[in-house]
């Protein structure tokens, strides 16, 4: 369905129901508040804009999106063959999000410098009320065609070849990032450097090692906790399963849990992690790396699942 909602936005025939505008971004991390900074960039026809959003909507259309076999929840892990979506409300990315929207509705007009690190192409409708498109590309569009591996030339207005030394803008007919509708759409992990989504991600592993202690699960939690918070990827806790963490609140479901992961219990019926492989087995199991086959009941470790619509 997914699929169909971002065909639904990038219908190029659509582009001239929203006014458009373009601003480039520069980052500089050592700025913890604000990182960001926008610059609204001028055209000198406004078709041109418009012209380049149809383009990129069509090509988005064809090239990206008609590719895909399917749009999954981020994950951490993109197969190549999909797109990942994520809320813009997850605690991954809401407030990175929240700071790149600020500095957005903050952009500067003064003129940009020929180094920046990217560029966002905004729509907001004019029939449909706070219905936006944003596209974010994480390149630098400004560049110098003349550099160490090529020298170019134009022609004059007296027909002779004259060195062109000036820098130009290319606009990319791709994008990495795609947000409508609070959702944010992404087709490749470039998004994770763009909102440092590393240091969020630690963030993300300390609440979810919490909620997994608060089950009362465990013969020694502080053991547990101390385990898990040598767990070497913040990435896997993206996937923490509430309903995972439902089954070890019950001491009957708990009991097969510890059984498939070899996991001892004590008289209570609670965990004993007295290891960090245990401890290990355990968060994969929470964040749905670890599941049990059906038919040959053999314990399988998997990266990504992703469940089939039949």
């Given at each position: ?19 458009w ?14 990182p ?8 000198k026809?406004?078709?041109y804009?418009?012209?380049y ?10 090239f ?37 929207s ?9 003129k ?9 192409l ?19 569009p ?35 990032i795609?947000?409508s509708?609070?959702?944010m759409?992404t ?30 699960a465990?013969s ?6 101390s ?11 993206i ?8 089954r ?9 849990i510890?059984?498939?992961?070899k ?39 998997a990266?990504?699942?992703s469940?089939?619509n039949?």
């Amino acid at each position: 369905m997914s699929k169909e909602i971002l065909l639904d936005i990038c219908n190029s025939e659509a582009a001239e129901r929203y006014t458009w505008s373009m601003f480039f971004y520069k980052i500089d991390r050592r700025s913890r508040e604000q990182p960001y900074k926008f610059y609204k960039v001028r055209f000198k026809n406004d078709q041109y804009l418009l012209s380049y959003a149809k383009s990129l909507m069509n090509s988005v259309r064809k090239f990206q999106i008609a590719s895909i076999e399917s749009v999954q929840d981020y994950d951490g892990v993109n197969t190549k063959i999909s797109c990942d979506k994520i809320a813009l409300d997850h605690a991954l990315i809401s407030a990175p999000w929240a700071i790149f929207s600020r500095a957005l509705g903050a952009a500067s007009g003064d003129k940009v410098g020929e180094k920046v690190n990217g560029y966002v192409l905004f729509g907001e409708s004019q029939v449909e009320d706070n219905k936006t498109i944003t596209f974010i590309k994480t390149a630098n569009p400004i560049t110098s065609l003349t550099n160490k591996r090529s020298v170019i030339f134009t022609t004059n207005a007296q027909d002779e070849l004259d060195m062109f030394t000036d820098t130009v803008c290319r606009l990319y007919l791709n994008t990495d990032i795609l947000v409508s509708e609070n959702i944010m759409y992404t087709f490749n992990h470039n998004f994770e450097t763009l909102f440092n989504i590393e240091k969020t991600m630690a963030k993300v592993k300390n609440v979810a090692i919490d909620a997994i202690v608060a089950t009362a699960a465990f013969s020694d939690a502080e053991a547990f906790k101390s385990y898990a918070l040598q767990y070497t990827s913040s990435r896997t806790f993206i996937t923490l399963k509430p309903e995972r963490i439902k089954r070890i609140e019950d001491k009957h479901k708990r009991a097969d849990i510890a059984n498939m992961l070899k996991i001892d219990l004590d008289e209570l019926g609670n965990f004993i992690i007295d290891s960090k492989e245990k401890a290990s087995y355990l968060i994969k199991y929470l964040c749905f790396k670890i599941f049990k086959d059906g038919e040959t009941s053999d314990v399988l470790e998997a990266s990504t699942i992703s469940p089939l619509n039949i």
